[in-house]
């Protein structure tokens, strides 16, 4: 235990997780099983062998200079375990094999870029702000649609879901996602109790971005400040226009009528909200605040109990300056861009204001919206709210802002110019 009051990495890990490191560690040096590889030729290669597919007919320019900085990144900063190494590949080998999926669809399927989707609504604050409960409120108006999280993890259907689909079975995506979700909660229950949900749950659209190896999950899961700092630096315009897409597959493949509104949400929208707002130019946009002491500590909490199960150097003083760093430029970006969007596609919300009285946030959210509020979609919401307040433990997320190396006076004085408490409606 360090002064922080944390665990170190390798005494947090459970039994179970040290044995299937050391199982792992026997297997690759026998032969039994091929490791767990970083090198771009060799996981192209093995993309392409199991799905039958050429990288070629991949769109690899940004993709391309994407990992020509994670891969480094990988090796030289995460100080990745045996599981974080086997994490880290079997994500960049399912990101090659999705992508490979899509252009083989999209070129027996043209149809699907011809579709015109409705604005989003956009959910947009940073990490810890209420931005997952305004999502899945909305999403229970069935007039508006959202990603689960299985399509938000899995956004290209494979082989097997189209088999599926066409002999009436459940896509094999839902399976999938959850042994992953059940996986990560045997060892480490704490990132369920810090973002609740299941592979049925309305969830954002990480997944999406990670098609493009753009950001947030990448960095929240590993330590790579060199790519993240790459991210912050790079036009991120192709990462949108990918989730656009892919966001036209999901309407495609699911029957989706695409005059409902997708309702998105995700942390890095805010430091990329140029290239999103170029991509969709008549979004609404729906601003989540909350206290900065608390979204600081509930980032680094939530981004130490990822990083703890896939690395041996997890420094909670460093993740307190990175979460810091990383609350600050996004609310920077935020701040600049909003002044070059017009104010109807604008509607600010607090944390309190949600707490404290949710139906009458809802409603203004509607009126913002200019769409009604039915008395059915009404009862929906009460009956998300009931169940989360049943099955999730949002309040036994426990963690202190001082275990990271940080004193509130230090955060609000770093983020004080970009709260902007003035333009929150009473």
Known sequence: MDNSGLPPATHFRPLHLKFLMRSLRSAWATGILPPADLCPDRLRTLAEKETGLSSDSIDRDFFESQLAVLLPALKEEAALTDFGRLVAHGSILKVMKERMWFEALLGEHPEIDRITLAPPIIVAGSMRSGTTRLQRLLACDP??????????????????????????????????????????????????????????????????????????????????????????????????????????????????????????????????????????????????????????????????????????????????????????????????????????????????????????????????????LTPETLKAMEAYVARAASEHGYDRHRYRLEQFGLQAEEVRERLAPYVPESRIAA
């Open 143 to 372: 007039a508006f649609t959202a990603l689960r999280l299985y399509e938000a993890q899995c956004p290209v259907p494979g082989p097997k879901s189209f088999a599926a689909r066409a002999a009436g079975k459940p896509d094999p995506r839902i399976a999938q996602v959850g042994r992953m979700l059940r996986f990560i909660s045997s060892i480490n229950p704490a990132i369920q109790l810090a973002h609740p949900t299941g592979p049925l749950e309305v969830d954002e659209e990480l997944g999406l971005n990670e098609q493009s190896l753009s950001g947030a999950m990448i960095e929240a899961q590993r330590r790579v400040p060199s790519f993240a700092r790459h991210c912050e630096q790079v036009d991120q315009t192709p990462v949108y226009r990918r989730m656009e897409r892919l966001l036209k597959l999901r309407t495609w493949f699911a029957g989706v009528d695409p005059a409902k509104p997708h309702v998105l949400k995700t942390p890095q929208h805010l430091q990329d909200l140029a290239a999103l707002h170029q991509t969709f130019p008549e979004a609404k946009l729906l601003f989540l605040h909350r206290d900065p002491v608390q979204l600081v500590a509930s980032g680094a909490s939530l981004a130490w109990n990822q990083m703890v199960i896939q690395s041996d150097l997890v420094d909670p003083a460093w993740i307190g300056q990175e979460w810091l760093h990383k609350t600050e430029y996004r609310l920077r970006v935020t701040a600049a861009v909003r002044e070059r969007i017009p104010a109807e596609y604008q509607l600010d919300l607090t944390f309190e204001e949600m707490n404290a009285d949710w139906r009458g946030a809802i409603a203004r959210v509607y009126r913002f919206l200019d769409h009604e």
